[in-house]
Structures are given as C-alpha cells and as structure tokens.
C-alpha cells in the first residue's frame, strides 16, 4: 500500500530575502513539486538559495483546477511544498481550499512556520496586544467597507489590524475619519523588511495628513485601538 504524501504549507519572505528559516530552505530543496502563486518570483527565490525543485502555478483562480491535480498526485506518496508570493500561505493569500481538501483526504498537512506581514507590524506598532482582530483585505466597495467598521465599532480593548493597496489608501483613511473620528489610535506599517521599511503613528488625523503629503507607495498595513 502506497503511503500519502505530505502537504507542507511554507512561510516565505515579505520583503527581505533573507527572512526564512533553515527548515523553510531544507524542505523547498527536498519536496517533489512546489505549488506557487507566480512562479516567476518564486524562482528568484529558489535561485538565490540554490534550489531546483520543480514549480508549478497556483493563485486563486486556477485553485479548483489544480487541486483536482494536485490531491490524486499527494496520495500516490509524493511531497509538496505549498508557497505564496510573501508570508503564510492562507492568510489572504491562496491555501484555505487545498489544504481542506488534504484534510478532507488524509493527508498530511505539516506547517512550516516563518514571516506574516501583519504579525512584525502589529508587535512593533505600540498598540496594545492583549486582543488582535484581523481583517485581512478590506472589501473594494466603500459600502462594505462602512458596514464592516460598524461592526469592528463593537469591539473593545482591541487592536485591529487590515490590508491596504496604495491605490486604495486614501479613500480608505477617509472612510475610517468618517467611520471612527479623529482621535483614535492608528499605526501605519509601510514596506516592511525592505529598504524604505516605515513606521506612521498617530490619531487617523494625523497619520492620514502624513500619508496625504505624498504618493503612496508599497502595500500599507492599517491597524487601529479600539478602546
């Protein structure tokens, strides 16, 4: 009887290529296939660690295709090494349906853990830790985005912490000022582990006059005290 293969779900650097871990690099270079958003930046990946492993796609529009691959591929006994383009794996980035199909198969799912953005940005914002709320990925529409803060409004004692694009960053900030008022705690985290890393801390006022004063860039981590 063929043994089933194992699924490891594999934390990669945000920014700085160097912030993976022994284990992380161990396991890329041993797996049979490693599944990858764009297998473009992975690759600059792999090459600066001297790794061969063969790549393949994997980014959300193609997951229900490639799981029908991937799973009957796990259970004949081979490994796999699950990876997004930066972080964790799951965390708004594609895994939650793989790896509930492994499970749901049973097979061996082992974690491999290392960087996710809002983890270094929240510890090192200055807000209170003792409750997270994470959001992920605001939703595109404002009026989501309205109805979700009233929901976040219901929070107490926590730290909330969301994604933003550049793109998006103003309009988001107005949305939190009409939403929330002036005088809340916000930190701002910009570009984190590269060479323009930045921290902004403030009320949303004056974290949004900062960010207003020029043309935002990189992806932002927003995250807010409710008290």
Request: glycine share 6%; hydrophobic share 40%.
């Amino acid at each position: 009887m063929i043994e089933t293969g194992i699924l490891y779900v594999v934390s990669t650097p945000i920014g700085n290529i160097e912030d993976i871990t022994y284990r992380a690099v161990k396991i890329l270079s041993e797996v049979d296939l490693i599944l990858c958003e764009d297998t473009r930046r992975t690759k600059i990946l792999l090459t600066h660690y001297s790794i061969t492993t063969p790549l393949k796609s994997y980014y959300s529009y193609i997951e229900e295709k490639r799981i029908k691959e991937i799973v009957p591929y796990l259970k004949q006994g081979h490994k796999i090494a699950l990876v997004s383009d930066a972080g964790t794996p799951g965390i708004s980035d594609p895994g939650f349906l793989i790896i509930k199909e492994c499970i749901e198969n049973n097979i061996k799912i082992v974690p491999i853990p290392g960087v996710t953005a809002f983890i270094p940005a929240v510890v090192c914002s200055g807000l209170p830790l003792e409750k997270i709320f994470f959001i992920g990925f605001l939703p595109k529409k404002v009026g989501k985005i309205k109805k979700l803060f009233e929901q976040v409004k219901l929070l107490n004692n926590t730290t909330v912490v969301f994604y933003e694009s550049p793109y998006r960053i103003k309009r988001t900030f107005e949305i939190l000022l009409s939403s929330f008022g002036k005088e809340i705690k916000c930190v701002v985290a910009r570009e984190l582990t590269k060479v323009y890393e930045e921290f902004i801390r403030g009320t949303i006022e004056e974290v949004y006059k900062k960010i207003s004063s020029t043309e935002p860039k990189g992806e932002f981590i927003i995250m807010i005290y409710i008290e």
